[in-house]
């Protein structure tokens, strides 16, 4: 299906834990990013892409990490979760710099 | 480096009735502006931009915007209301190349829809 995915949709982890979220996008698009959503704070850009094998930090990317080896796919990882990263997490891609961002359906992360 | 302010964090409003859902940014460069709406557990998605040319944007869904360069502004209007409007509506500013080409946004107003 065309589009951009996020997996999996629901996760519950330890604090402590490795946990890695996906985003995968059908469209080839040149940048993605990753954010995250919390109650009184809107969106806030964690990482963002603007290719493959280019990354850059975004307002909250502490204790966060990302890749990119190929064009479709920006996982994010979170190397040691903590509680304060439960959140609602939101991967979207856009074609150019300052064209329409797709975004994924997202991903609820709870740290117990 | 920018930064977005949505002045209401709530905003309700009767059917058919007009509304204005408001955003000032900051920034010391141009920039390029957004308003994205997200319905209850969905993604986001766009309603309108305003990247150069007229101040005056239309969107999907009967919504427009009009960018203010002096007042920094870019509220988002909508003559006639409906139930389905009932969403959660994102303001967001691109800053170009001296911004890292990194969208931010406000941290969104809740339009509620009353009948």
């Known amino acids: 299906d065309a589009g951009i995915t996020q997996s999996p949709r629901y996760k519950i982890t330890e604090t402590g834990r490795q946990v890695t979220l996906m985003c995968h996008q059908t469209w080839s698009h040149s940048y993605m990013f990753w954010y995250r959503q919390d109650l009184g704070h809107g969106l806030r850009l964690i990482y963002y892409?603007?290719?493959?094998?280019?990354?850059d930090k975004g307002e909250v990317p502490d204790g966060y990490v990302v890749s990119r080896s190929k064009t479709e796919n920006f996982p994010l990882t979170l190397e040691s979760a903590t509680r304060s990263q439960t959140s609602v997490y939101f991967c979207?891609?856009?074609?150019?710099?300052?064209?329409?961002?797709?975004f994924g359906q997202g991903t609820r992360l709870t740290v117990v | 480096a920018q930064s977005v302010t949505q002045l209401d964090s709530q905003v309700p409003v009767f059917e058919e009735a007009p509304v204005e859902l408001r955003c000032n940014y900051s920034?010391?460069?141009?920039?390029?502006l957004f308003w994205y709406v997200q319905y209850p557990n969905q993604g986001l998605q766009l309603l309108l931009k305003y990247l150069s040319g007229s101040t005056l944007v239309k969107g999907i869904n009967g919504f427009e915007a009009e960018f203010n360069k002096s007042q920094t502004s870019f509220h988002l209007r909508k003559p006639s209301v409906h139930i389905s409007d009932t969403a959660e509506y994102f303001c967001?500013?691109?800053?170009?190349?001296?911004?890292?080409?990194?969208?931010?946004f406000g941290a969104g107003t809740r339009l509620f829809v009353k009948a």
């Open positions: 979207a891609s856009s074609a150019g710099r300052h064209t329409e961002a797709f």
């Open positions: 892409s603007a290719a493959a094998d280019i990354t």
């Open positions: 967001a500013v691109s800053a170009g190349k001296a911004g890292g080409f990194k969208t931010i």
């Open positions: 920034s010391s460069v141009s920039v390029y």
